[in-house]
T-cell receptor, first 110, second 116 residues
Framework: SQQGEEDPQALSIQEGENATMNCSYKTSINNLQWYRQNSGRGLVHLILIRSNEREKHSGRLRVTLDTSKKSSSLLITASRAADTASYFCATDARGNQFYFGTGTSLTVIP | GAGVSQTPSNKVTEKGKYVELRCDPISGHTALYWYRQSLGQGPEFLIYFQGTGAADDSGLPNDRFFAVRPEGSVSTLKIQRTERGDSAVYLC??????????????FGPGTRLLVL
């Protein structure tokens, strides 16, 4: 079973707009990671946030983590058509195992 | 440098056949993971290796699935008596060392398995 759930399942925005997607999880974690996947193949790591961190930035990406609500959000600012992909959160609920959510499918319209 | 590679890219087999899927991790990475991803779903954990040993194989769905990593580098995922429900993309990932919760996993492009 999968620990994380992303919301929304699908998101369509115009180029230049910001995209926000959320992840909720069930059990306590050590860290939470966001990945991106194009065309159902290999995943690309975007950002890792540890349980004692609340916010992290990387370029146009901003991730927040609220451990009290067991949730995280990924914000992509000034979106580009090339950002079109599926985005997954992954948590390490059982140490060596990573649990991935079901993903948010983002479409950025040029 | 070279990333994680997986072969074959695609595999079509018949129900009941045996298949092997190969993963070449990033050189020097001691941790290796196998995942399975069905259409419209996130990757599902199968097994984790630390060096040559399977540190956690609790994600393997049944005893038809087996994986090895005899020299602590290349890994092979083996599926016996394949079933149509085994059709999925099989992803491999590696990370630098142990303590997975501290580290980024680097994924290969996956092997798309289709069981007819």
């Amino acid at each position: 079973s999968q620990q994380g759930e992303e919301d929304p399942q699908a998101l369509s925005i115009q180029e230049g707009e910001n995209a926000t997607m959320n992840c909720s999880y069930k059990t306590s974690i050590n860290n939470l990671q966001w990945y991106r996947q194009n065309s159902g193949r290999g995943l690309v790591h975007l950002i890792l946030i540890r349980s004692n961190e609340r916010e992290k930035h990387s370029g146009r990406l901003r991730v927040t983590l609220d451990t009290s609500k067991k949730s995280s959000s990924l914000l992509i600012t000034a979106s580009r058509a090339a950002d079109t992909a599926s985005y997954f959160c992954a948590t390490d609920a059982r140490g060596n195992q990573f649990y991935f959510g079901t993903g948010t499918s983002l479409t950025v319209i040029p | 440098g070279a990333g994680v590679s997986q072969t074959p890219s695609n595999k079509v087999t018949e129900k009941g056949k045996y298949v092997e899927l190969r993963c070449d991790p990033i050189s020097g990475h001691t941790a290796l993971y196998w995942y399975r991803q069905s259409l419209g779903q996130g990757p599902e954990f199968l097994i984790y290796f630390q060096g040559t040993g399977a540190a956690d194989d609790s994600g393997l769905p049944n005893d038809r699935f087996f994986a090895v990593r005899p020299e602590g580098s290349v890994s092979t995922l083996k599926i016996q008596r394949t079933e149509r429900g085994d059709s999925a993309v099989y992803l491999c990932a590696s990370s630098l060392g142990g303590g997975a919760y501290q580290e980024t996993q680097y994924f290969g492009p996956g092997t798309r398995l289709l069981v007819l």
